[in-house]
Antibody, heavy 118, light 113 residues
Framework: EVQLVESGGGLVQPGGSLRLSCAAS????????MSWVRQAPGKGLEWVST???????YYADSVKGRFTVSGDNSKNTLYLQMNSLRDEDTAVYYC????????????WGQGTLVTVSS | DIVMTQSPDSLAVSLGERATINCKSS????????????LAWYQQKPGQPPKLLIY???TRESGVPDRFSGSGSGTDFTLTISSLQAEDVAVYYC?????????FGPGTKVDIK
């Protein structure tokens, strides 16, 4: 059974850092395209970043230079290192699997809430 | 970036009646080389992550009830729920995956009348 479990969210001050984790089971993270998508409270969905199976990474302009996506094959886990956090980064962060490298997401984690506030 | 818009913002439909949600992209998401529209639909219930319903604009994901159908091409797309059930109350999002950044519509909330 495919499962994605995010962790690492919490309250952080503006300018601070957090690292989110997404532990996968039922499939191999490194052979799939994996993305982070966020949802601000009461708002819609915003794509944040994608880690391709060949190691390439892509970022939304809003997070480029501040966020870094990576994977650990030994732990079958996806990460999102978030630095220089801003108020507008407050959101639930979901990891999601792109099963055929086409761009749609067939499995999503339950999400982890990141709150940036002083 | 491709901007996705949806209409209406919300709608209320009687149980058993048809619900229709529209999605429009700011540029075509049709790729002529493979004759496919790079458009997906998701359902999100309160407190839950999005669930994939439709991809390639009209291909239903495995396990999705056949009352959900997608149509359209180019820049204009529709998600239809042919006979609304109580469990269909949710927000529905369209997403283009034609080009990065992949972008979502703002969502349409569906309720029971």
């Amino acid at each position: 059974e495919v499962q994605l479990v995010e962790s690492g969210g919490g309250l952080v001050q503006p300018g601070g850092s957090l690292r989110l984790s997404c532990a996968a089971s039922g499939f191999i993270v490194s052979t799939n395209y994996m993305s982070w998508v966020r949802q601000a409270p009461g708002k819609g969905l915003e794509w944040v970043s994608t880690l391709y199976s060949d190691g390439r990474t892509y970022y939304a302009d809003s997070v480029k230079g501040r966020f870094t996506v990576s994977g650990d094959n030994s732990k079958n886990t996806l990460y999102l290192q978030m630095n220089s956090l801003r108020d507008e980064d407050t959101a639930v962060y979901y990891c999601a699997r792109d099963p055929f490298s086409n761009g749609w997401y067939d499995f999503w984690g339950q999400g982890t809430l990141v709150t940036v506030s002083s | 970036d491709i901007v996705m818009t949806q209409s209406p913002d919300s709608l209320a439909v009687s149980l058993g009646e048809r619900a229709t949600i529209n999605c429009k992209s700011s540029q075509s998401v049709f790729y002529s080389s493979n004759n496919k529209n790079y458009l997906a639909w998701y359902q999100q219930k309160p407190g839950q992550p999005p669930k994939l319903l439709i991809y390639w604009a009209s291909t239903r994901e495995s396990g999705v009830p056949d009352r959900f159908s997608g149509s359209g091409s180019g820049t204009d797309f529709t998600l239809t729920i042919s006979s609304l059930q109580a469990e269909d109350v949710a927000v529905y999002y369209c997403q283009q995956y034609y080009t990065t950044p992949f972008t979502f519509g703002p969502g349409t909330k569906v309720d029971i009348k």
